[in-house]
């Protein structure tokens, strides 16, 4: 049984930080092809934020560039978000995802937690 639980997400001002982390339980992440973050605003797609592949490669949204970070640690069996120069644009509930493919696909999702960032 796998589940995720993101944690980390609350109300911030216009250029502060916040640090995100998804707790993987049930399996351990290097399972994963990768772990990635998205996010998700009222009348909007959700979008990929940042992912992290096993091999260790990184992707990020352009928006996000040079602000957000992913990272992981396997002893914790945790990925993290770091979030800084935080903008009202980054508003948005963050959810966890871990994905495998080998032999057929599957995707776990966390429940999701809500960023709020004040201008």
């Known amino acids: 049984q796998v589940q995720l639980e993101e944690s980390g997400g609350g109300l911030v001002q216009a250029g502060g930080s916040l640090r995100l982390s998804c707790v993987v339980s049930?399996?351990?992440?290097?399972?994963?092809?990768?772990m990635a973050w998205h996010r998700q605003v009222p009348g909007k797609q959700r979008e990929l934020v940042a992912a992290l592949y096993l091999g260790g490669n990184e992707q990020y949204v352009d928006s996000v560039k040079g602000r957000f970070s992913i990272a992981r640690d396997d002893a914790k069996n945790t990925v993290y978000l770091q979030m800084n120069n935080l903008q009202a644009e980054d508003t948005a509930v963050y959810y966890c995802?871990?994905?495998?493919?080998?032999?057929?696909?599957?995707?776990?999702w966390g429940q999701g937690t809500p960023v709020t960032v004040s201008a």
């Open positions: 995802l871990a994905r495998y493919a080998a032999g057929g696909s599957r995707d776990y």
């Open positions: 049930g399996q351990t992440i290097t399972y994963f092809n990768y």
